[in-house]
């Protein structure tokens, strides 16, 4: 479990936990000069047979994005009021912080009452409870503390020992993640990096990776409030000690995490909130300052069903168009300040991770978004992603990494659903697509692949990569294949090697090309080792350029031609006699140039390099420098 604590500047939090554990939070030699907390700062306590992680949190304004930093994460808040000074902005600013961050379970610790009065006391309690009214503290435990004299002390054990008590362990669900708090060196053993752990569960030796930055590392020991450990999970304050990187390129803001994940994004889809403090409504493509785990990032705002803006205390779903990638997965909740970082005016929870650009500003995916954040379950969040997936078909890894489960669980939420197409086979899913999607995913490569025809009617079909491209440059060229396949098993398309076409076409030439045809066939043979090229062929025929083209292409499929750029083609028995002229010469002297073979075959040298260029093409030449050497001296 993970305590955190909350409140104004000078209010006790760092005296408290002093109080509590013995152990001093503040590390950095200004916040002992200065008598004030800079950076989170970090403790523990056992209670009740369990160790508790505490993470002590700044309260100065200034420092507000360091509490941020150490704010995530947290299971059980210890918001802490001065009695002197009693509520203060901080105090508010930092409640609204753990609200947006879902806080459940806390207790309000008045502190410093050895400075005031019975009265005094009875007064801060009433402001607390002003405060805290229609909040997750609401029903909290208050109690009147002394972290000079011990008042209240004895009491607050007692407290904290049934929080640990009533704790449910949240299981640790999901790939690991480990949002970075703190990096350093420890001479000796490299670098080391500190957080709370998000999601999943960690061992040592185990791989995992960095994001963003997708820095691979290699978890060398695993500690745990300075012990080690074989293993460490969700709701720990952990320590890594990770091999394979450096130091240096470790910092607050990324995450560890399993090396299974590899996304970052710079937009995501989610469920946005307003606080009073934003005071006037937020208007759509607002700036705001994004604040996810321990990262902070610039962000446009714009919201999904339409709005112009977003008042106070109004909710909405909305996108957040961040101007830096950042790691973040589904479930992950966030807080949003002002653009001048001034004040906290809101927060959410991320839906998807991986959204694009909206294309309506009334979204059409907005029942499919209401229906994610309803889900009460793995597969009610997996079908609602299924729903707002762009592809129609989504890897399991993605589908894993929106929802925050492992590849595994996926599996075992879909494994019933019957309106679901399993690749590349029910067996061993890949990936996952709607029956009705994989259709129309189907009956756009037949639409595609006829476009092409009644474009180019003269070619005997398409290009697969071209096709990929074009339709479903998302999908994974294997999966891409595999509806190939279904198409083509069911008569509606036909593949020869990497060319697709529709069965009812066919390439032929009709009477009159088959003429022109042969004439451009006498041409090329006559030519012999220097051919005309197309434009001449076109002059001297007096057809149009792609007529020549279009004869040439049949003269290739009957082996009589072929084109080595897009001027010149050479007829079949011409370029087998140039192969075995170079062949020859390079045997002779090791190597051939442009200049050798122009005067080999008694043509100019645009005709040499063309021909080069085709042979390294093709395979039977490698250059090296301005020179060619044969790949393989026996080959063709």
Known sequence: MILGTAGHIDHGKTELIRALTGIETDRLREEKERGISIDIGFAWIDIAGHRVGIVDVPGHERFIRNMLAGAHGIDVVMLVVAADDGVMPQTEEHLDILHLLGAKRGIVVISKVDLVSAERRQDV???VEILVDDTALEEADVLEVSSITGEGIPELLETLRGEVKAFEEAPARGLFRMPIDRSFVIHGHGAVVTGTATAGSIEAGQQVRVLPGDLAARVRTVQVHGSDVTRA???QRIALNL???EASDLQ?????????L??????????VEL???????LRRHSLVRVHNGTAEVMAKILYLDGRDQLAAKESAFAQLALREPIAAFGGDRFILREQTARRTIGGGVILYPFAERPRRRQDPRLAALTRLHRASDPAGRLDALLDLQKTAVVTAQTLAAAANLRVGDVHAALEKEDSLVRLPDGGAPEAYARKDRWDELGAAIIERTGDFHRDQPRKPGMEMESLHSQLAAEIPAKLFRIALAGLEKSGQLVRDGSIVHLPTHTVGLDRKQSELATR?????????LTPPDLRTLS???AAPVREIEFCIEQLERDDLAQRIDDKLAYSREALDQIRDIVRSHVADHGEIDAKNLRDLIGASRKYSIALLTYFDRTGFTMRIGDVRKLRQITGS
């Open 275 to 281: 606080r009073p403090a934003v005071g006037k409504p």
């Open 262 to 271: 590899e996304s970052v994004t710079d937009r995501f889809d989610a469920y």
């Open 125 to 127: 309690r009433e402001e």
């Open 539 to 541: 002059e001297e025929l």
């Open 252 to 260: 607050r803001g990324q995450v560890v995490c399993d090396a299974a």
């Open 520 to 528: 451009v066939q006498k041409k090329l043979a006559t030519g012999a």
């Open 233 to 235: 999970q969700r709701g």
């Open 243 to 245: 091999a394979g990187v």
